[in-house]
């Protein structure tokens, strides 16, 4: 007998812990073909879960009908389990230093109702070696089990991408691995219960571990890339967008864009990797560049509209579009552009944020902001950060009616590129 055949035989369950925007697809992913609990430590959240409401607004109510999941904080329910997904938050501190404190209570919650034949997969996205080096021995110290002899490990990292309607659970190539190849095989064959685009057997568990983080920091530098270029540009006074737009006709050119980079993979992950660099004595460079040139736009913004808005006006009223860290999400963590509002405002700058996705409670709660309902009298400046849908077919006259004549349109991501024409317009 197998974990996987107990699994598919409804003879054992499947938990998976942390059920965010990560956790909360894949347990109803499994829901659908084997038993499946879903655990989290939030039980405001679970109970929104238990009443087919997903907290992340990502997931439609449908999901939830016809699957077979039982939602709790309960930890007497996670007994019933014998194959473990972790899925919690891997933060940084206010340091930029990894914060290991919900992996490893994560961890301390599996390891006490850890049973022998048992698996235990981490899925949340950490530095090579974490798994091995600093989950484990709270799986083994809490279980009073060893791993290999009396229960498996392996890791199978996340690729979902909130807002994608595309790029799926199911249609994206998941990664997979395990403590020896027998553990492999079956945790291969347990996500080949849900992915249908087929699993990748990594080598080991620190391979799938690097390959994640690998991911995310080739996007942050070759986002970091193009910041530069914007900065170098905008001395120069050409449009960033017309530069990379010529450029990508080469068969060869790769496409980034500028931009603030927030949230909690592209401007977290790499601290990570750097963090674990230094434990083994190699500072990285390229790496940290990349994290401080994409950390310094929100300010480099900010610098540039106050120069301009002071210039032109005694009380200066900027209005900011979008304070989700992309578009079409409502998710507001790391949100950069906040950085930009603090600068502003640190002038005596007057500024309104709007967001058709955002929650006013949660951007109060996190950063002490309010947003607005809706555009109020004439801006000197309007900022828009993310090509949101409501955004994306605005015109010159709709921002022509909320701005003074010398109101200048901060088009972030180019939107309106070659649109506007009765305000001054500057994109990265
Ligand atoms: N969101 C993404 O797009 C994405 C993509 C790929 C990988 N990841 C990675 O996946 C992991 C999870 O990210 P997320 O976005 O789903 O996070 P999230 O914040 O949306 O959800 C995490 C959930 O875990 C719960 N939790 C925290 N500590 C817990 C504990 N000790 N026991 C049980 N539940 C606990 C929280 O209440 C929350 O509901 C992170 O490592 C992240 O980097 C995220």
């Not at 949340?124 to 791993?147: A, I, N």
């Not at 910041?227 to 905008?234: C, G, V």
């Not at 960033?240 to 068969?251: D, F, I, M, N, R």
């Not at 200066?316 to 405002?345: C, H, Q, W, Y």
Request: aromatic share 8%; proline share 5%.
């Amino acid at each position: 007998m197998s974990v996987y055949t107990d699994l598919t035989g409804k003879k054992s369950k499947l938990a998976v812990v942390g059920l965010g925007y990560v956790g909360l697809p894949l347990a109803l992913e499994f829901a659908r073909k084997i038993p499946v609990i879903g655990f989290d430590v939030n039980p405001k959240k679970v109970e929104l879960m238990r009443n087919g409401i997903d907290p992340s607004k990502e997931v439609e109510p449908e999901k939830f009908k016809g699957v077979d999941i039982v939602f709790t904080s309960d930890l007497d329910l996670l007994k019933e389990a014998s194959f473990f997904i972790v899925a919690v938050p891997t933060p940084v501190d206010k340091y930029n230093v990894p914060d290991l404190k919900p992996l490893l209570a994560a961890s301390a919650t599996i390891g006490a109702v850890l049973k022998k034949g048992d698996y235990v997969v981490y899925e949340s996205t950490t530095y090579p070696g974490c798994t091995e080096e600093d989950c484990l021995p709270v799986l083994e110290q809490q279980s009073g089990l060893k791993m290999g002899v009396d229960f498996s490990l392996g890791y199978s990292p996340e690729r979902i991408n909130p807002g994608d309607k595309k790029n799926t659970l199911r249609s994206v190539v998941k990664v997979v691995s395990g403590n020896n190849a027998a553990a492999l095989d079956e945790v291969a064959k347990v996500y080949e219960l849900v992915v249908d685009a087929g699993v990748h057997r990594a080598s080991s568990i620190k391979v799938a571990e690097a390959s994640k983080i690998v991911e995310n920091t080739q996007r942050d530098m070759n986002i970091a890339l193009m910041n530069e270029l914007s900065l170098i540009f905008d001395r120069i006074g050409i449009n960033t967008y017309e530069v990379l737009e010529a450029a990508g006709t080469k068969w060869n050119f790769l496409k980034f864009y500028p931009g603030l980079v927030g949230g909690h993979c592209i401007g977290v992950d790499p601290y990570y990797l750097t963090h674990k660099a230094a434990s083994l004595g190699y500072q990285s460079r390229v790496i940290a560049a990349s994290r401080y040139i994409n950390d310094d736009m929100a300010k480099h913004l900010a610098r540039k509209i106050i120069k301009y808005v002071l210039r032109q006006s005694d009380n200066p009223r900027v209005l900011v579009m979008g304070v989700t860290f992309k578009e079409n999400v409502s998710d507001i963590r790391n949100s950069k552009i906040t950085d930009t509002v603090a600068e502003l405002r640190a002038f005596n700058i007057d500024v309104d944020i709007v967001d058709p996705y955002a929650v006013s409670e949660e951007v109060s709660h996190e950063y002490e902001l309010a947003l607005s309902e809706a555009p109020t009298g004439l801006y000197d400046a309007v900022v828009v950060t993310v090509p949101h849908a409501p955004y994306t077919n605005l015109d010159d006259n709709y921002f022509a009616a909320i701005t003074k004549q010398h109101g200048v349109i901060v088009d972030l991501k180019g939107i309106y590129r070659s649109k506007i024409h009765s305000r001054p317009y500057w994109s990265l």
